[in-house]
């Protein structure tokens, strides 16, 4: 099982950016993909997550109206539309799966991660 997540940058409050994860080594359209994220001192929190259909979508709070998860099974890649950035939203993003979506908000649920991508957002 291989997850690379990419698309990560800086950016001003406010703005946008849409986050990858490219996967490969298993049947992708058969399960959930989950996106996290940790902030400097911080626990690993859920974001995140498709379910293996695209057909049912869960949020965080924080994220909720802000972000868009999606997912292209013929191309095996899930993404994260991020959008009207908040410096609180800096953290380094990954992606996971290997547990349902009703899992979302325990990472440690999830066996498989990919390597992060850092997003800053700042002026």
């Known amino acids: 099982v291989q997850l690379q997540a990419s698309g990560g940058g800086l950016v001003q409050p406010g703005g946008s950016l849409r986050l990858s994860c490219a996967a490969s080594?298993?049947?992708?359209?058969?399960?959930?993909i989950g996106w996290f994220r940790q902030a400097p001192g911080k626990e690993r929190e859920g974001v995140s997550c498709?379910?293996?259909?695209?057909?049912?979508?869960y949020y965080a709070d924080s994220v909720n109206g802000r972000f868009t998860i999606s997912r292209a099974n013929a191309k095996n890649t899930a993404y994260l539309q991020m959008g009207n950035l908040k410096p609180e939203d800096t953290a380094v993003y990954y992606c996971?799966?290997?547990?349902?979506?009703?899992?979302?908000?325990?990472?440690?649920?999830?066996?498989?991660w990919g390597q992060g991508t850092q997003v800053t957002v700042s002026s």
């Open positions: 080594g298993f049947t992708f359209d058969a399960y959930a």
């Open positions: 498709i379910s293996s259909s695209g057909g049912s979508t």
């Open positions: 996971a799966t290997g547990a349902p979506c009703s899992d979302y908000d325990l990472p440690e649920a999830f066996g498989s």
